[in-house]
Each structure stands twice: as C-alpha cells, then as structure tokens.
C-alpha cells in the first residue's frame, strides 16, 4: 500500500473523524495563516443562525471563524475524511450571508471547507471554489498553499473604518496594490448587480464614482488642516471630505442623493464653463448623472471613504479600465491590446525625454487610450524637472505646468467606450482639462468633419487641424517624441467609403513606382500609424512604438521594411517576450522599435542597439488575483528595464556594449531581434574545449518516411483512399517531454493529408511546440497511431540511443539554439530541415549509459505505479461492490460533455 502523504501540519494518517481533523490539521493550519488565539473564534462562542434551502428550515454554525482588523471576514467548517465537501458548500455560503445582512459592505468574505484529504476556499456568494489544495499541499512554498495564505491572511482584508478615526477627523490610507483590486472589483460588481446596468454601464458609473472619489481626495489632501498621522495615514477635518458616509447622511436631509445633486452637478457645472471658453475638453456629457441609487453610493463610500487614492499608481484609470472591462470591450477584435505597465515603462525609458529650462520634449500619442503613456511621460519629465538642482522652485512649478498643459497629446477614436474621456480624467487629475487630448481618428490626414458631428466635435476637429496645419503648436513642429502602442488588428478597407478616402492619402496604401502605382484594398492601422508620426514629428522626431514582430520579419513586409529604412533611421530594437500582452489574451510577438526621422536621403543608417527582454510585461498576469510571485515578478521587470534605458543609453553615448549592438548591414533584410543578433551554436567552442565530439543532429536521425524500403514506407503512410474506413488515433506529444493517445477519427472523413504511423522507439518532435519541450519517444503502447505533417517522425541512425537524443533534443540549449535556426516570426516552426542542422555534444559511452539507465529506471517505476494503481481501483471496485453496468450506463447516458 502506497505511503500516505504528510505535510508541515503532520500525517494525512492521523485523520479520521472530524474531531482528529480539527484538532491535526485545522489547529495547526489557522495559527499557520496568521491569525493569533484571540483571532480565532471557536463553535462555542458563535451564533447558531437560522438557515433554510427551499422549504426546509434549521439552525447552524460553524467550527470557527476568523477576524481580522475586529470584524469576521471568515468561516471554517471541518469534516471527517470520509465526507463530500460538495454537501457543504450551501450551508457554508447561507451562514456567511446571514452575518453579512447587517453589514453594508459584507465584511465575511471566505468560508474555508476541509475534510484533511482536501481543502477549498470559497467567497461568500460563489459554489466555485476560488483556491483548493490537497493534504500534501500544505508546505512551505507550495503555489497552492501560498495562494490560500495570500487570500486569508489577516493583512488582506481592508481596514475597518468608524471606530478608529479620531473625533471630528476622518482618516485616509495608503492601500496595496491587492488591496486597491480587491476594493474596486466589489465596488464595481456592486454597481453591476445592484443596478442591473450592462457590464459597460456599469463600468461607466464606476469611472464616475472613482473621478469623485479622486476628486474628494484631491481636495482633502490640500486642506490646511492636514495631519500625518504616520507613514501611510494621514488625517483631515471630516467636513474637508465629502466622499464619505458622515458628508452623504449630513446633506441628505436637502436631497436623497447628495453626491450627485450637491457634488457631481457641481463639477459639471464648473467643466460646462470652462469648456465653454476651450480650456477644457468634455469628460462627461453636459447632462450626466450618477445613475445609482443613494443606498448603493452609500456602500460604496463606506467601503472606499479611507482608501486615499491620491497615492497609488499613476494611471489609475488605464488600470481600472484593464481589470474591469470585459473581453468584449478589450477583444482582439478591436484591436484594443492595453499596454502592460512594465513596458510603458520601458518604451519611455528609452524615449529619453527632455524636460529642462532649455527644451521640453512634445510627446504624442495618436492612439491614447486611457492615457498610460502620457501619464507615464509626465511622471518622468516631472522627475526630471525635480532632481534638477540648477532650477528654482518657480521654474520647476512652471516647468511641470507647462509638461501638463502643453507638452502632451493625446488622440483616440474610441467612441464605447469613450476611452479620450477616461484619458482626460487622468490629465485632469494630473494638472490639465485634457486641452490636448482629442476624440477622432489620428489616422485621418485631412481631419474630417462630417454632417453628423456634434458642434463640439466639430470643434475639436478643427482646432487639431489647425495645430497641424497652422503653424505646428510654434511654428516648427507639432511633436519631438511619439510614444505609443498602435492596434494590432485593426483594419482600414477600401470597400468602406470612408475608409477608402482616408487610404488614398497614404504612401504606404499604394505599390509600385509613379508608373505602375495601383492601390492596396487594405491596411492595418499599425502600418498606417508609422506613417502618419512620420507627418507629425519634426525632423529627427523620435517614434518609439510597440510593433508585431511580423512588421520586423516576414516576407510579406519587405516592402515596409524598405520604406522604414528611407524614411527613418532605426536607432533600436527590444524584442518583449511573447507573453508581453497576457493580460489582453493577445498571442502576437511584439518588440519596441525606435526610429528617427530622417531629414534627408543622404543620411547613412549607422549601428543598431538591440536587446531581448525575458521579463517586461510577464509581470502583468491575466488575473485580478494577486499571488505572492507577483511582486518578484514586477522586480525582475523594473530591473530588466533599468538594464536596457542604461544600455540603450550609453549605446547613444558611444559606449555600447558590442554583446548588444548590431552593424547596419544585419537590418537589410530582417529587422527582429532573434534574426540579427543571437546566433545558435554559441555553446561549440565550450564543447569542443570541454573534450565533446560535436555533431549535426541529423547524423545521428534518420527521417522515418525517407526509408527507401518500400514496404517499410507502405506501413508508415496512411492511404487516405485505400484505408479510409480505418479508424485511427492521433498521438498527442506533450510539453513535459511525453505522448498520449488522442482522438480517434476515420480516415475517410479527413482531408486529404499525410499521416504517417509511428512505432514504438519512435522519437516524434512537434514543429509547433518543439521549443516547448514536445519531443516525445513513442512507447510500445502507443505504436500504430498517427501524427499529421505537423510532427517529424525519425529514428536513431547510429548507435546512440533514443533515450539519449531525446534527452540532449529537450535540453535548453538544444531548444534554444531550434529557435534561433527557425525563420518563423511568433509561433516559430521546428521542421525537419531545422532539426537535422542542429548541432549537438555527443556524451561519452559512460555518460550515455548513465543517462539511459536512469531514464530505464524511471520507465519502470512509473510502470510500477500505474500498476499499483490499477490494482487498488480494482479492489476497491470488486471488493465494495463499486462497479456494475448500470452504473456505467447511468454515467454514459447523463454525464455532462467534456
């Protein structure tokens, strides 16, 4: 019998009852998350409550519940190893809604489930578990455990606010990034379900509360009577703040809903004026309400009254909108690729913007967004302007007003939502109305105004154009530095009037020379975009740009490439690994490109910088729950990025460190980072110096389907005509290096295709995933089943064995050096053709057998376990009575699809 598992707590053979997994397992865990002995409440001293699941009544309560910051926030229920904690889930979830019906903002947010074998961890108002782990689980340094220590450790929960403020005072505090999600995610899904609004509307009404909120906090943090109470608090007279439940209950006696007759009427009036006399750009229409309830305006300030949110990241509303708008809104389909945070950072760390008593740099951005790069340039011109000694204190306050008023542009066409509003709400709360951030289409070169635009609209076109056109800001240029990350996907057609019009005034939408110039039917806006900032920048303006890396490689883009090499100067390229745009689900290789524009034909394209991140934008997870790795994650970020500004910089400097600099004539055909500086094979002279015979991988393969053995070939091809009633399984090849039986299909209902039978001692490499590890050799098992012309299926050709090529094929630098060999841009391909060049060290006949040894040794302990495992299914079945065919029929015929 298998030894059962143990962990920090003790053994999983100790429980049994629920009295022995409480008193094992659950005592020893709780101390274990944080919580002390007077944190801890037991069954005694909780309420026994009514609970009811449709007709039936009964009362209940837990075994424990845990407080943090003097409120309970979580309910833990244990029960003996032979008990299903899907029986539990109802009850749990009942009792915790039932002390959460007093409270407005439902402060128990957990209820903890075990039975030792398993433990799962649910919010209140879910029946889907939101972290479970297994009894073994329970160690140091496990993701699972670390994940249920992130969400209950007694630090997670918000501060509780009333009781704690002194008289007459109300306090604001710093909160954590996790803090901050897990505020705003329920002040949203308040607003979505309480409102019965559309997840768009209600994130709208969201934007309205939250520019409020910062409003309020703006306003406070400038009281006179403002008080330090300590590092992250500070204290303010409670009437200075009028985002509170105190300000609400005090003027609701003039109106039921004080926030938005008294407070956001209030604002609009004030922006309808300013707007009026254009030192202001509309954020919200002229006739907007707060379209919410006062009761659920009232939870929302009690929950977010003493969140000071003057203190937090910078672009607030570009994260709102990332983690709140749903996948429709942000699709692919749009093309709507949100920035990650660490590579803003990056692409303005690079810009090297001037801000100095002698020039500040103007920066644009014709496809804004929320506004994260502008704000991310004001942050670091303002940086800059206040490190520097040789300024007095009014040229710096000058200097930073002039950076916020006059030195950042931003356009965007997003009309649902309006993404240029969301933008100059951040200016706004930076400094600025938003005076310079438009909502039209930057890529249209004559500014269009159309019969149906608004007067105001009308308006706003014109006054762009006129920066274009008459006089360019100051006579000399409209921008120095384009800072941006153009949309991916989308596309301007020729069969769309509009679009057509808008085509026809750009180079790039033609081909061909003045003789035999025809149009193109399409364009991608990204392409457009390098032209267009090549009109908006003046000479030697900078264009820093996120950009697909199939712009950089693939053939079809050589005519581009040409264009970007007579109009531009390349001073960089920084490949972004390829799960940079996780977070936006965007599966696209990207790299930042810096281009400067030429003044003239004559100038010589000198060295290029390049560089390849492994770390920028990884550390923005596709998730709002934040785990324990992620803050390692944004340090490794930050300092890959400080890394690359500090290369790049003394690059410019003629210091460049030659590791990273290219020569012009690397970028004549490709311009991507992995086809111009990285070369495979880097590892040979180690080899050779280490003692290695080195040799190319396909002399030591052969091709299974290059045999000239025709009978040999017959059994490997699949006839699609003549075995076309035959039933075939596919063979799937696995990332961890192993391979699986697929699904089975009949040749006759497949395409025409090569499919090609493998046998077992088979080494089948997946061209697709190959890098990934998914080089698999076939076992006996699985010999007779069929891989696609996606798949290279070959076999040792010498005396070295399988289990030894496959081992040295899934090394990372075998890998890494098939990655480099592949021209492919993204999904790169692994073919044969890479594969036979690569080169490998071949071990000694020692070393081959040690490695064959081993791997033998772990075939047969698994094959030892797999028995092991059969045999207790089958007692346990035979002897408990646990199998019969109705059973199975009862499963065939009700089980829910996979």
Known sequence: MPELPSNKFGNLADLGNEASVEAFFVNRLLPDLGYKDSEIRTKASLPELALGRGRQKYKWRPDYALEAKGRVRCIVEAKGIEEDLDDWVHQGSSYCHELNKSEADNPVEFFILTNGISTRVYRWDNDTPVAKAKFGDFVDGNERYDAIRFLLAPTAFATPKAEAEPEGEHLLRRHSVAELNA????????????????????????????????????????????????????????????????????????????????????????????????????????????????????????????????????????????????STLRGKALGQYFTPRSVVKLATGLADLKANGDHLDRVIDGCCGTGGFLIEALADMWTKINENSSLSDREKRDLRDQVATKALIGVDIARDPALARIARINMYLHGDGGTSIYQLDALDKKVSIFPSDSPELKREKQEFKARIDGGLLDGTRLADVALTNPPFAKEYSRKQVNDAKLLDDYDLAFTGGDESRRPVQSLSSMVMFLERYHDLLAPHGRLITVLDDGILGASKHKGLRNWIRKNWIIRAVVSLPGDAFQRSQARVKTSVLILEKRDGTEEVQPDVFMYYCSHVGVDDAPRQRVLPGDEAKRQRAAEEIRTVVDLYRKFRNGEGDPAWVVPASAIAERMDVKACLPESGSRISDWTDAGLEVSAAGDLLTRAIETTDAVELAERIVDMDTDADEIVTYLRVKYDGFCEAGEDVTVGDLTKQQLVRVKAGDIVISHINAIHGAIAIVPDSLAGCVVTSEFTVVRPSGSLPASVIWSILRTPESRADMLLLSTGIGRTRVTWDIVRQLQVPIPSSDVRARIDNALQAALDAEASVAALRTTARAVTEAELLLDSEHARTIISAFKPPR
């Open 183 to 326: 505020d705003f995610a329920w002040a949203h899904k308040t607003i979505y379900k309480r409102e019965s609004l559309s997840y768009t509307a209600a994130f709208m009404e969201f934007v309205k509360v939250i520019f409020l909120k910062l409003v309020s906090d703006r306003e406070a943090r400038n009281s006179p009577n403002l008080r330090q109470v300590d590092v992250e608090t500070v204290a303010v007279p409670a009437d200075d703040v009028f985002f509170s439940r105190h300000w609400i209950d005090r003027y609701s006696t003039q109106t039921p809903n004080p926030l938005d007759r008294l407070k956001f009427q209030e604002l609009l009036e004030d922006f309808e004026t300013q707007i009026a006399s254009g030192s202001k750009k509309r954020i919200f229409s002229k006739n907007e309400r707060l379209e919410l309830a006062p009761e659920t305006l009232k939870s929302i300030a009690e929950r977010l009254e003493n969140v000071d949110l003057i203190t937090i990241d910078a672009d607030l509303n570009g994260r709102m909108f990332e983690t709140f708008l749903n």
